[in-house]
């Protein structure tokens, strides 16, 4: 028995493609002899000249002889599944004894009539067409005429998909093209597929769901605010965790250097900017102008912040930081004075200044009449009477410094013990475990005072008095811990405190900037000048020199206001 080629093709036969198909048929009938010619048909064709192999992919590929060559030694190679020969009929395995043959792994593609003659245009010679006429549509902006086979066709940009380019086929299917075209870059403003999103805006313990649309542009904007808002380094876009957890985040965001959102930062500083200063240009009202002025540590160059603050219409606290600007040295006071014009008449505010708040160095007060001179007196309220003021928590500060360096050897031994427990690790552990022992509230930490922060040497003594039972447990235990206080150092520490607690709090007060304090400011400087009068008869000589030296603080900056606290 012979192996046909109908029954290992049985059911996968492809359609016939040319006139050398039924050639191929004829030639397979004669060499299977009578008992296959009826299967014949179902024979695998031949491939047609000048064209590939039909695509049938078959585990095992071989030659057919060619029976009407008489020539034994001659062949012509005809690509077919495996076929005996008659003269090795004899040798051939019947077909009950063969090995069934895997026809699941038999897999055809056909080509279908619309890709053959896709295929055909592709390979025919194409010639570009100018047209006679302006094309008035834009899609042809995106397409060009070509003449293929005398046939006008409309050759996309992008694909090179020939259309019919014929006037009577119109330009809509053109349009249909370039929606689906996987290579057309469609315009920001096309519609794209959106995805839900639970809604950030949730109310009474409800979750919202809507519709959310990526946008790398609307990231990028939020990637820089990022940055801002938390004073990321702008290096943070280069680490490699970051990439990974935002290419797992959104896999669509294309995510920049630090030199393009430095760019997009300033882009957007920029329009913010000219926002405010258009603002500012309609502001009505008149704006007090606060400075302040520092070298910095690690670079040693100096720079200057200034801040505009005003009451808007509906009666809020508004504060803008005009500018942040290095300020070469030397830092005179015309120097000063010029930079703080310019960012003035840059924000439309010459003529729009109430008061300038400054500290008390000295080049700040020399800066006061140049600016009233570049500004012009009919500007300035009161013709600039009221120009200059002074900032209230630096007078306080400065009153606090001299008193502290009265007090210096009253309370050094709470200072000394308080490095004592805090110099070391183990030093530290034992005085908690006698605070635990104790049961005193540990919520406050044991810290050092700065000697240029007041309110530093406030807090350190605020927060001894409450391990005062710790100390004296500890002064008994300890034999090293020499400098312990006495009852008489934690009686007067306990005064010292009271009294400072007054310019803590006001000084906290005077510091607050979500609120107006022009409101508040008089009360407050008139309690502390009548507490200042109580503690010099007080009986203590300490305390009583303490506030000689707070008065003489106090009458040096704010002795314009003696007559009317009488």
């Given at each position: 028995m012979l192996t046909s080629a109908a029954a290992m093709t049985k059911s996968t036969r492809p359609t016939p493609r040319s006139a050398a198909t039924g050639e191929a048929q004829r030639r397979s009938s004669r060499f299977l002899g009578n008992a296959d010619a009826s299967n014949s048909s179902a024979t695998t064709q031949a491939p047609a000249a000048g064209r590939p192999s039909p695509r049938l992919l078959q585990p095992s590929i071989s030659t057919i002889l060619d029976p009407l060559d008489s020539t034994a030694g001659s062949s012509s190679l005809v690509t077919a599944p495996t076929l005996t020969s008659p003269q090795h009929e004899a040798d051939e395995v019947p077909v009950s004894q063969a090995e069934p043959m895997n026809t699941d792994s038999v897999v055809i593609e056909e080509d279908s009539e619309e890709d053959e003659a896709q295929e055909e245009e592709n390979e025919a010679e194409e010639v570009v067409v100018r047209p006679r006429r302006k094309l008035t549509s834009p899609v042809w902006k995106e397409f060009k005429k070509v003449k293929v086979k005398n046939m006008m066709k409309a050759k996309c940009n992008w694909c090179s998909k020939k259309l019919g380019g014929e006037t009577r086929n119109g330009t809509k299917h053109l349009l249909d093209h370039l929606k689906i075209c996987p290579y057309c870059k469609r315009p920001a403003d096309t519609k794209k597929q959106t995805s839900l999103r639970y809604s950030s805006n949730v109310q009474g313990g409800k979750v919202a769901v809507e519709n959310y649309t990526f946008n790398q542009d609307v990231a990028r904007k939020a990637l820089g605010s990022m940055i801002l808002v938390h004073d990321y380094p702008l290096s943070i876009v280069d680490h490699i965790g970051f990439r990974k957890f935002v290419s797992a985040l959104q896999p669509l965001f294309k995510i920049v250097r630090r030199n393009t959102i430095r760019s997009d930062i300033l882009d957007s500083y920029k329009i913010e900017k000219k926002r405010a200063i258009n603002y500012m240009e309609k502001n009505k009202s008149r704006v007090a102008i606060t400075i302040d002025m520092w070298t910095s540590e690690h670079q040693k160059r100096g720079y200057m912040a200034i801040t505009a603050h005003f009451v808007d219409e509906s009666w809020k606290l508004q504060s803008y930081i005009m500018r942040f600007i290095y300020v070469p040295a030397p830092h005179t006071a015309r120097v000063i004075a010029e930079i703080l014009h310019d960012a003035l008449v840059e924000w439309y505010l010459e003529d729009k200044v109430s008061?300038?708040?400054?500290?008390?160095?000295?080049?700040?007060?020399?800066?006061?009449?140049?600016?009233?001179?570049?500004?012009?007196?009919?500007?300035?309220?009161?013709?600039?009477?009221?120009?200059?003021?002074?900032?209230?928590?630096?007078?306080?500060?400065?009153?606090?410094?001299?008193?502290?360096?009265?007090?210096?050897?009253?309370?050094?031994?709470?200072?000394?013990?308080?490095?004592f427990w805090t110099s070391t690790p183990k030093r530290i552990e034992n005085f908690q475990e006698v605070a635990k022992m104790l049961k005193v509230d540990q919520s406050k930490k044991l810290s050092l005072d700065v000697k240029t922060r007041w309110n530093s040497t406030y807090f350190m003594l605020s927060v001894a008095l409450c391990y005062k039972s710790v100390f004296n447990r500890l002064r008994q235990r300890e034999k090293t811990f020499t400098c312990a206080p006495s009852d008489d150092d934690w009686k007067f520490c306990g005064e010292v405190c009271d009294r400072l607690k007054l310019f803590a709090d006001i000084t906290e007060i005077f510091s607050g900037t979500q609120y107006v304090t022009a409101n508040i400011y008089f009360p407050k400087i008139c309690e502390i000048k009548m507490n200042i009068r109580k503690w010099s008869k007080c009986g203590n000589e300490i305390i009583e020199a303490m506030s000689d030296a707070m008065s003489a603080k106090f009458d040096k900056y704010w002795s314009d206001i003696q007559g009317l606290m009488g």
């Open positions: 008061t300038l708040t400054v500290d008390n160095a000295t080049t700040n007060d020399a800066c006061i009449p140049i600016l009233e001179n570049l500004i012009g007196p009919s500007k300035l309220m009161l013709g600039g009477k009221l120009l200059h003021m002074r900032c209230c928590a630096h007078i306080l500060n400065l009153i606090v410094k001299d008193v502290l360096d009265v007090l210096e050897e009253s309370i050094e031994k709470i200072r000394d013990s308080v490095a």
